[in-house]
């Protein structure tokens, strides 16, 4: 009987003793085994930064979709499948082709030592120098100097807003961080700049000097706002008046302003950026409508999200507050890795309660005692629950016309995407 993907998954999890493991030897060694597929990849749109990645991609990708061009695009980690991960000339990779993939990469790579991002990154790159399409739309998986997207020579570089996250493996401050996302840029390659804090702009500013990449970056070249519950975007082509983003939230405007800039310097007219801004991604505030979860919650209301670090907290407290009302009820799983206060001491002025749970399938979770007691310590009253089916009907019971936040972990909303199918 033929493997499927899943069991070739798994087995490639165990390829490598340390689940991060920042080089690019190793990456660079099966590359060449399987021809050096990233140097006939479409043109590559490369994305860095700490926050909004995945929405400035999804951006991007609908605009360029918007003109007839087709995308492929690789992202991570994936909520429901891995097969989220990579999208060739505008589709889903089907399980016959990922299966046959995994077999072939794993096979170049005999059996020697790589993680599990570094393999499934070599499979994606060459799954799309194989496929005919007009764009290469790469995310990063972390940082960027030594992340194992950061083969590739693209013909643009894009570094959302960077925030303190992963310090344990790009460094302690800002500046450090900054630095590491900005080994994305390369030399004389445009690079499109989210707004940034001083340290990382400076950080930034000063890797793009010394390779002499030409910088477009917020408050420079191009600026966002919401007016009139509007979009407003000048820069130095003329003033784009567009609607709201669909996703949800202040950042969104962020995000939605660094796609734009960057559909811009690739000539997209408004119609593209129109359907830019209207481009969806799922776990960033999503209202969940349909499932077994919603039946659940009767007339309360659902929402799900995957942000997992302080900035993500002030960016999701922002969100709150611009829906109105300071009595919202939090289901909440983290990892042990992040900043459990920091994520949310944002959070306590727009919270009535929170119940803690565990990230289900990850060794790396928080048990929901502790994520309860930093909820407790930021001045939210918390308890803990089994599972999140448990935690919804105890918030149900208590207030039947709740609205409900599942947050905390990108992890946690794959789970519940996946079992609420």
């Not at 999208?87 to 990779?93: E, F, H, N, S």
């Not at 950061?150 to 570094?159: A, E, F, K, M, T």
């Not at 917020?218 to 979009?231: A, D, I, N, T």
């Amino acid at each position: 009987m033929t493997e499927g993907s899943d069991v070739i998954l798994q087995r490639m999890m165990s390829l490598h003793p340390k689940i991060i493991d920042l080089t690019l030897d190793r990456v660079w060694r099966l590359l060449e085994r399987l021809g050096n597929p990233q140097d006939r990849l479409p043109p590559v749109i490369h994305i860095a930064g700490t926050n909004g990645k995945g929405s400035t991609l999804a951006m991007i990708r609908a605009g360029l979709e918007a003109r007839g061009e087709r995308c492929h695009a690789y992202t991570s980690p994936h909520l429901a499948r891995f097969h989220e991960r990579i999208r060739l000339a505008g589709d889903l990779i089907s399980e016959p082709d990922l299966t046959a993939l995994l077999d072939e990469v794993e096979a170049a790579n005999g059996g020697e030592p790589i993680t599990y991002f570094e393999i499934t990154t070599c499979a994606a790159l060459l799954a799309m120098a194989r496929t005919p399409a007009d764009w290469t739309l790469l995310e990063v998986g972390l940082g960027g100097r030594l992340d194992a997207t950061n083969v590739v020579v693209p013909r643009l570089s894009v570094i959302t807003p960077v925030a303190l996250d992963h310090q344990q493996y790009l460094g302690e401050t800002l500046a450090e961080i900054a630095s590491e996302k900005a080994g994305i840029l390369k030399r004389q390659v445009p690079c499109v700049v989210a707004p940034q804090e001083d340290a990382a702009l400076e950080a930034i500013e000063a890797a793009a000097a010394r390779l002499g990449a030409p910088l477009i970056a917020h408050g420079q070249h191009w600026h966002v706002w919401e007016e009139r519950s509007r979009l407003l975007f000048p820069d130095e082509h003329g003033l784009l008046d567009l609607p709201m983003p669909r996703l949800k939230g202040p950042h969104q405007v962020i995000n939605a302003g660094t796609a734009l800039a960057a559909l811009r310097h690739l000539g997209a007219d408004e119609a593209a950026c129109e359907a830019a801004v209207d481009a969806d991604w799922p776990a960033r505030m999503q209202r969940l409508t349909t499932g077994p979860l919603v039946q659940a919650a009767g007339q309360a209301r659902l929402w799900l999200d995957g942000g997992h670090n302080p900035a993500a907290g002030e960016a999701l407290a922002a969100t709150l507050a611009g829906m109105g009302g300071n009595g919202w009820h939090l289901i909440c799983g983290m990892l042990n890795t992040k900043d459990v206060a920091g994520y949310l001491r944002p959070l306590a002025p727009h919270v009535a309660t929170l119940h803690a749970v565990a990230v289900p399938d990850s060794d790396a979770t928080l048990l929901p005692d502790q994520t309860a007691a930093a909820a407790t310590a930021c001045g939210i009253g918390a308890t803990t629950a089994p599972q999140v089916a448990a935690a919804l009907a105890a918030i149900v019971a208590a207030e039947p016309d709740a609205r409900i936040l599942i947050c905390g972990s990108l992890y946690l909303a794959g789970y519940v995407l996946r079992e609420n199918g």
